[in-house]
Nanobody
Framework: QVQLVESGGGLVQPGGSLRLSCAAS????????MKWYRQAPGKERELVAT????????IYADSVKGRFTISRDNAKNTLYLQMNSLKPEDTAVYYC?????????WGQGTQVTVSS
């Protein structure tokens, strides 16, 4: 079955960096668009970044453009999110997502807290 496992979250000071990873299994990772979402307390889940496949295009929310970079390693079935210049408003639980055969699949999420 489809499994997505996020890791790499933590506590970081404003201006710092983190790299999130999402290990995928149970489906043909290389042929699917993969996405990172986030959800802050009391807010709706927000699409942060998309990696398309095939083609390898990347799409970002305006709020993270120029600071975050989504990438993927198809040989390792792993999705990444490099987050630089982090701000307190980036604090959220971050989830990776794949839509396969009309169904959305989510990992358990990884907490990112940006605070001094």
């Amino acid at each position: 079955q489809v499994q997505l496992v996020e890791s790499g979250g933590g506590l970081v000071q404003p201006g710092g960096s983190l790299r999130l990873s999402c290990a995928a299994s149970g489906f043909g990772f290389s042929v699917y668009d993969m996405k990172w979402y986030r959800q802050a307390p009391g807010k709706e889940r927000e699409l942060v970044a998309t990696s398309t496949s095939p083609g390898g295009s990347t799409i970002y929310a305006d709020s993270v453009k120029g600071r975050f970079t989504i990438s993927r390693d198809n040989a390792k079935n792993t999705l990444y999110l490099q987050m630089n210049s982090l701000k307190p408003e980036d604090t959220a639980v971050y989830y990776c997502n794949v839509r396969r055969r009309g169904s959305d699949y989510w990992g358990q999420g990884t907490q990112v807290t940006v605070s001094s």
